[in-house]
């Protein structure tokens, strides 16, 4: 009996014993009615984080096989004001066998109670049987302090859903609500599901119902709808419940980066509040006429073949916030529009995990094997620039030579005239081999930048003569800020951009 003791011992601590914890988190938003200030609201996290079963150590106890895993919960605020702290022992459920813990879906869900603004989530988890095995995991967001109007909390992603009264952090409104701590469902997962909770809507006027509330897919956020994933209802005075929930069947969703997005609007199509939360479909048993379907429906976002991964074994996990953000920056000037205004959605209403995946996504659709060397390669090039084109108070990369030289390579040759008479400094940058946004390659491909003033560091993009930049017809006005004379006439910029070269 000892043997098979030891024998099952060594089973469990070698087949649950594969480095360090391994986990992903995610939280969503909603709010409680302030007790003291009726008519306003309070706001609290959701937090809910899962665990791999595979990289946790396991031992037999009175009450069967379990793991224990100390946490600790360390919520911020704007400034790095500590709103909450939480510290306990996590236990799995006691298992009878290796079968069981393998199967097992271990599950955290905790609520905090928060403040509008800035709030960062810093989760750290200690395997209690290998004190060496543990993970740290961030998560940020800014809520929006909410007023006297309508408004909605964010649509929650839900792995699955069923009808019970037992007690339990799941529970809302006789039901089970478990969440998804990955915004990711791989192609086996046939069905989306949801949970929204809405707010002052009795403070609507009558006048203005029925009211109609959308839940729809789309590939950028609240775009049009994409394909058939649309869901009206209308809603008559008084039959809002203060929440609802939905699934969609997404077997023939096509892998890409998806938005779940709820608007709700008055029967004069007035959009009265919205929210959505982004999501990655990764989906290869989609039959050919429905890929055919999707893809003469909509543009693609140039990022269809996402991959998911778990982020803290990759190169974003170093990284805090603040380096998120910067990074993201960094990607500006070598992003499509598309990816611009997906940076720019991010740098206005942050989320950090959405933020991580997109800067992991970019460099994994440049190399699909090895996402951290075209990151590598990438902050090479950031160095490079920051040291040519640095102001003091721009970094190099977010200047328009900086932005030109990351999104093109060096040119062949650099022209800089600082002392013509009449004009401002100016640099002509010349390319013998260029490729344009539109693939064609450009063979005497030129470039105008100008310092907008004697005093100024920062060189401006003026105008280019190749396609999918800037065609400025009017840069001598800027040039020039006198005006033109004779001696101007026979000036490099002419040389270069004067009328015969256009």
């Not at 394909?227 to 008084?238: A, H, P, R």
Request: aromatic share 14%.
């Amino acid at each position: 009996m000892l043997r098979k003791l030891l024998t099952l011992s060594c089973l469990i601590l070698s087949f649950f014993n594969a480095g360090a914890i391994e986990a992903v988190l995610s939280h969503s938003v909603f709010f409680l009615p302030d007790a003291i200030y009726p008519g306003n609201f309070n706001p609290y996290i959701e937090a809910s984080w899962q665990m791999d079963p595979h990289t946790i150590h396991f031992i037999h106890s009175d009450k069967g096989i379990i793991s224990q895993v100390k946490t600790d919960v360390l919520i911020t605020g704007d400034g790095g004001k500590v709103l909450k702290e939480d510290h306990y022992i996590f236990q799995t459920r006691p298992c009878a066998n290796v079968d069981e813990v393998a199967a097992l879906n271990i599950l955290e869900l905790k609520r905090y109670l928060a403040v509008p603004g800035p709030v960062h989530i810093h989760i750290d988890l200690t395997d209690m049987n290998d004190t060496n095995s543990k993970i740290s995991m961030q998560d940020s967001m800014v809520i929006a302090k909410p007023g006297q109007t309508p408004f909605l909390s964010d649509a929650q992603l839900i792995d699955t859903f069923y009808a019970s009264d037992i007690r339990s952090p799941f529970r809302k409104h006789g039901n089970q609500f478990i969440p998804m701590c990955a915004p990711f469902f791989d192609d086996y997962k046939k069905s989306l599901s949801y949970y929204v909770e809405s707010y002052n809507t009795d403070k609507i006027q009558a006048d203005n119902y029925p009211l109609i509330r959308t839940v729809f897919i789309s590939k950028k956020q609240f775009d049009a709808p994409y394909s058939k994933f649309l869901v009206n209802d209308t809603l008559q005075q008084g039959s809002d419940s203060g929440y609802f929930y939905g699934t969609y069947d997404i077997s023939s969703l096509t892998s890409g980066n998806y938005y779940l997005s709820v608007e709700l609007t008055d029967k004069y199509h007035k959009v009265l509040t919205k929210t959505s939360t982004f999501f990655q479909r990764a989906n290869f048993h989609v039959t050919k006429e429905e890929l055919t379907v999707a893809k003469q429906e909509i543009n693609d976002t140039g990022m269809e073949n996402v991959t998911f991964v778990n982020l803290n074994k990759t190169f974003i996990a170093q990284y805090n916030m603040k380096e998120v953000r910067a990074i993201l920056k960094m990607l500006v000037g070598v992003s499509d529009a598309q990816g611009q205004q997906a940076i720019a959605d991010f740098l206005k209403k942050p989320d950090e995990l959405y933020m991580r995946y997109f800067i992991y996504n970019y460099f994994a659709a440049i190399n699909k094997k090895e996402p951290g060397k075209a990151w590598k390669d990438f902050t090479v090039r950031i160095k490079e620039v920051n040291k040519l084109f640095n102001t003091g108070n721009t970094p190099g990369y977010e200047t328009d030579r900086g932005i030109m030289y990351l999104r093109y390579g060096a040119p062949t040759d650099i022209i800089t005239v600082d002392n013509e008479a009449g004009a401002l400094p100016y640099e002509i940058w010349q390319y013998n081999n260029l490729k344009e946004k539109s693939g064609k390659m450009a063979t005497d491909a030129r470039m105008l930048f100008y310092r907008s003033s004697e005093v100024s560091l920062d060189y401006r993009l003026l105008t280019t003569n190749f396609m999918g930049e800037v065609r400025n017809l009017s840069w001598r006005s800027f040039l020039y800020p006198s005006g033109r004379n004779n001696n101007n006439l026979s000036s490099r910029a002419e040389d270069y951009f004067g009328d015969d070269k256009r």
